[in-house]
């Protein structure tokens, strides 16, 4: 395998952009950094599979497209399964005709991946395409309207899990992506945080230098859902990670590996304080089910801990 | 059981190819491995399952290089097809009923983004009850998706169906994906005689994809964005003209593989309808029993006739019009319901045919074979006897009735 | 249906969207590029010397830039 082209700093970063401004995405919103530096640190030849969502309808809508590079829409729950069809395409076509296989990155939203896009990741991780699938994880079905997802936090309001008189939010917790994508016998599995660029950077081009599925999923923050002043995006993901909340590791071949490891953890409240919904969360009726979602936070830290084999 | 005279390569016809023997399924593998497919991706599904599975044997046995996908699912069947035809492949897919009920929303939109994708279609009946054999549920579940649409009625047709669909929607001035229907159980599982084409008629016949704007970072294409109030509309119109323009085409392609094997192709099938008065219009395997009726009544100086489609979609329109000219009666009949509907599929589609029409024939509406309900001779013989009682009275007693089924 | 020609969305100026707009001292700025990666648009245009500069036809005048600038080079104002 060639050496990596991971960077130390900002500069390394690749100026050419493939993805154009006049998109039709909220101001703020943290898909779009994701969308940038993901296609600046895949090499081209590549193509993009996109699911139906925020992303995919902002960036398409006829006859305007932001896109520089091939982009294939489907429906919203057959990114992975349409992703498929494409390398399997090059594969033949590669053999047959000398066509030479571009690179396949599927985007999905949390809707689109975790929920009604399941069975088609679970299927094109078990067949082993080589595709890197990277879901941008905003914690709810944002396009629709800001209904709960697999991906919403306990805890979070949402239109179909209100913060209410007698349930207060959501009440299940967050399915866990990577783990369940590890499970498949992937090679490469991370979670991505746009306040660290560099890192997030590092872990894209990795995950393209591997032969096979790969799953990042990035944490992206939603100033139109989550109810916070756009300019504090990057803020609100920083606390994210330094309250432990949203750990950033990554797995390669069996090996896990925490890239922030944060000692002394920032009090949960900095962080749901920033957002209206939580803001039931921190009244006293609510301390039960905040209590409760700390503890989750601590074991899912410690769990991890024992996975990258790290004694506290 | 089609009489004798419509069995192709007799009578002294020079006829192109070997005769051998395979069932349906099979058949429609075999040509599908001659057309030198580049992506498989389908999921098994009774009775399509001998389809899959020996294009699956001929890609591990090294006979057929294409990339076979096992897919987890048919929704994900049709939406990896639809990646791989416009990344630029030529792409088989197959299914059946509840398979083809679940890639329902995938069949729009691999007709609209005008994918090249073949797809067999073994007519099995919707559930519930589960039910595994032949009704035409899913044949008219496609038929507004703007898929072109091939009904087989015997296994010489599923085989050279097969290798004209990929011609045909791979073609420049049609491209858009076709099904082709063939019987379940009756045709995928029955043993039939055909004529195969050599390998060297094929590719001369079907030259490989030459795919029009395909995946290619040199060229970056957005596929399939979203549509507002403003274009929605403009498209699906352009959408519908193209389907309409890609008829004659279809017809001309038709002749060229007749003319190529000696076995003639063409949109509406016909028997004894030069002098009949009143005729049977029915579509897939039971054509062969309305015919060997017809023949029976023809013998006793009866003029029936019976009409039959081999293509579907887009319907026949302007033949049927010159074709059904000077009947008296004519029984539609349908391998499937439409609840609640005034009539079902089949009949719906000849009635806007002919509704305009100064002369008409009188028009009623028959369900047959449901589930795999056998159609008899005397099922048949009764529909005849109802369109010459309506024509001798001048009118319609009962606009639809059932035949075979136990009241 | 296709859209055959790429980034076609520069046609649609999202400037019009903005209630503030930033302004960039260029004398505080250290060329730390921290604006530029984070910038969703991106309307943040960095030149080959990584000097950074303004894109006003597609700036939605969210604040991220002025709010991750280490040295608060950049301020947003009220938009006219």
């Given amino acids: ?312 | 059981m089609p009489c004798k005279g419509y069995r192709n390569g007799e009578r002294g016809m020079k006829v192109r190819g070997k005769r051998i023997g395979l069932n349906g399924d099979s058949a429609v593998a075999y040509a599908v491995k001659q057309t030198n497919v580049d992506v498989i991706s389908a999921y098994p599904i009774t009775p399509q399952t001998i389809i899959v599975e020996r294009l699956a044997e001929y890609v591990n046995n090294g006979e057929l290089e294409a990339s076979f996908i096992p897919v987890e699912s048919e929704h994900t069947a049709l939406s990896a097809a639809v990646g791989a035809s416009l990344a630029g492949a030529r792409v088989f897919t197959a299914t059946a009923s509840q398979g083809l009920a679940l890639m329902y929303e995938i069949l729009w939109i691999a007709a609209g983004l005008r994918t090249t994708i073949v797809m067999a279609l073994a007519n099995r009946a919707f559930s519930p009850n589960i039910n595994i054999h032949c009704s035409h549920d899913d044949l008219y579940a496609t038929k507004d998706t703007g898929w072109i649409e091939f009904i087989a009625e015997n296994v010489q047709e599923a085989y050279d169906l097969t290798l004209q669909a990929f011609r045909i929607s791979e073609d420049k001035k049609v491209l858009f994906p076709s099904a082709l229907n063939l019987d379940a159980f009756i045709l995928t599982h029955s043993l039939e005689a055909l004529y195969v084409l050599e390998d060297k008629d094929v590719n001369e016949f079907l030259p490989p994809k030459d795919p029009v704007n395909p995946i290619d970072p040199n060229n970056p294409i957005t596929y399939g964005p979203l549509d507002l109030q403003d274009y929605y509309m403009e498209h699906k119109r352009l959408q519908a003209e193209h389907l309409k323009q890609s008829y004659p085409r279809i017809l001309e392609i038709f002749k060229e593989y007749s003319e190529f094997t000696g076995r003639e192709y063409k949109p509406v099938k016909t028997y004894g309808m030069e002098d009949a008065e009143v005729a049977i219009m029915i579509l897939g395997s039971s054509a062969g029993t309305a015919r060997y009726v017809a023949r029976q009544l023809r013998k006793k100086g009866e003029k029936v006739g019976v009409i039959s489609l081999t293509l579907y979609r887009p319907f026949p329109v302007e033949e049927l019009r010159k074709v059904t000219k000077g009947l008296k009666a004519l029984a539609v009949m349908d391998r499937a319901i439409s609840f609640g509907s005034p009539g079902a599929q089949l009949f719906m589609d000849v009635s806007a045919t002919l509704i305009n029409e100064k002369e008409k024939p009188l028009l009623f509406n028959v369900i047959y074979g449901l589930g795999g309900r056998d159609l008899t001779p005397n099922n048949v013989k009764f529909v005849f006897e109802k369109a010459k009682e309506y024509a001798k009275e001048g009118e319609v007693k009962e606009t639809q009735f059932w035949v075979g089924v136990r009241e | 249906m296709i859209i055959p020609e790429p980034a076609t969305s520069l046609e649609y100026k999202t400037g019009n969207w903005r209630a503030l707009r930033p302004i960039l001292h260029e004398d505080k700025c250290i060329q730390c590029l921290l604006c530029w990666v984070h910038c969703p648009e991106p309307a943040i245009i960095r030149s080959e010397d990584n000097k950074v500069s303004i894109n006003y036809d597609y700036c939605k005048g969210c604040g991220i830039c002025a709010n991750v600038c280490p040295v608060k080079a950049i301020e947003m104002v009220r938009e006219e």
């Fill in chain 1, 1 to 312: 395998m060639s050496e990596l082209k991971t960077i130390k700093t900002l500069k390394e970063i690749p100026r050419k952009e493939q993805f154009a401004p006049g998109h039709r995405l909220c101001a703020g919103c943290g898909i779009p950094q994701l969308v940038r530096l993901t296609l600046k640190a895949v090499p081209d030849p590549k193509v993009v599979v996109n699911a139906t969502g925020c992303l995919e309808v902002a960036s398409t809508i006829f006859p305007y497209t932001a896109w520089r590079i091939p982009w294939v829409h489907n429906a919203f729950e057959n990114s992975a399964a349409t992703a498929s069809g494409i390398e399997a395409a090059f594969r033949a076509l590669e053999k047959k005709k000398g066509v030479k296989k571009p690179k396949i990155i599927v985007f999905g939203g949390d809707g689109g991946t975790f929920d009604i896009g399941f069975q088609a990741l679970s299927g094109a991780l078990e067949r082993g395409h080589d595709l890197i699938y990277i879901c941008y994880d905003n914690e709810a079905y944002m396009n629709t309207g800001i209904q709960r997802s697999g991906a919403t936090p306990k805890g979070a309001s949402t239109t179909t899990s209100p913060a209410g008189k007698v349930i207060p939010g959501k009440r299940e917790r967050k399915k866990d992506l990577i783990a369940i994508a590890i499970a498949h016998g992937i090679r490469y599995a991370a979670t991505l945080n746009p306040a660290y660029p560099v890192d997030m950077y590092n872990k894209i081009v990795k995950a393209a230098s591997i032969e096979g599925p790969t799953v990042l999923h990035y944490f992206s923050p939603c100033p139109t859902g989550w109810y916070f002043d756009p300019s504090r995006s990057i803020e609100v993901a920083r606390l994210a990670v330094q309250t432990r909340l949203w750990p950033l590791y990554e797995y390669a071949d069996g090996k896990y590996k925490i890239n922030i490891l944060v000692k002394k953890p920032k009090p949960l409240e900095d962080y749901l304080k920033l957002q209206r919904r939580f803001a039931h969360l921190l009244r006293p009726e609510n301390k039960w089910l905040l209590d409760e979602i700390k503890r989750d936070i601590e074991e899912n830290w410690k769990r991890l801990l024992k996975l990258a084999g790290i004694e506290k």
